[in-house]
């Protein structure tokens, strides 16, 4: 069975840098018919896709998150990172990593989700 | 505000019928990308309840129906039961902003 885990610190500094990694358990990032996904959820609000990536490396991600973010795949370790540079406490939220169900789309549909981890950004 | 439209919240009474709207643009749901839907339980993560418009994965209820039609897709809900209080994601593929999400409807049973 398909089962994703972030994990990460839980508190980082505003303007440093956030940093989560997606291990993944019972499906490889290397299967080149998938994308893999970042989503989070600030605290009582919406949903937002942050970014996306494919076995090969190639990723697409949020342009409102502009050059911030960079994702990354490890097939090595079947595991693939979120980093968010220059954080703010807009920042703040529950991020989750998901598969998405497409080779042709870097976003299809998101199933399964992660868990999710709570990151907040605060002095 | 999100790229897809969603009402706020919603409201039935056991076994009733509710639908929820989401309502996009020419360059997401109306250029021809598939709508899905999840269902989010209170404290946990996001589940995909309806993929590509108006399939079910396995084990949803076949009370859970999407369709899509235009700009717009719906996801209607029959049979109202309490377990479904929930919040309700709407989420497609835009051909400028990639990844979008509705803003959430918040389902209430009454």
């Known amino acids: 069975q398909l089962q994703l885990q972030e994990s990460g610190p839980g508190l980082v500094k505003p303007s440093e840098t956030l940093s989560l990694t997606c291990s993944v358990s019972g499906a490889s990032v290397a299967d080149s018919t998938l994308y893999w996904g970042w989503i989070r959820q600030p605290p009582g609000k919406g949903l937002e896709w942050v970014g996306s990536i494919y076995y090969s490396g190639t990723t697409y991600h949020n342009p409102s998150l502009k050059s911030r973010v960079t994702i990354s795949v490890d097939t090595s370790k079947n595991q693939f990172s979120l980093n968010l540079r220059s954080v703010t406490a807009a920042d703040t939220a529950v991020y989750y990593c998901a598969r998405s169900n497409s080779r042709v789309l870097p976003v299809a549909r998101f199933d399964p989700w992660g868990q999710g981890t709570l990151v907040t950004v605060s002095s | ?110």
């Open chain 2, 1 to 110: 505000q999100s790229v897809l439209t969603q009402p706020p919240s919603v409201s039935g009474a056991p076994g009733q019928r509710v639908t929820i709207s989401c309502t996009g643009s020419s360059s997401n749901i109306g250029a021809g990308y598939d709508v899905h839907w999840y269902q989010q339980l209170p404290g946990t993560a996001p589940k995909l309840l309806i993929y590509g418009n108006n399939n079910r994965p396995s084990g949803v209820p076949d009370r859970f129906s999407g369709s899509k039609s235009g700009t717009s897709a719906s996801l209607a809900i029959t049979g109202l039961q309490p377990e479904d209080e929930a919040d309700y994601y709407c989420q497609s593929y835009d051909i400028i902003l990639n990844g979008v999400f509705g803003g959430g409807t918040k389902l209430t049973v009454l």
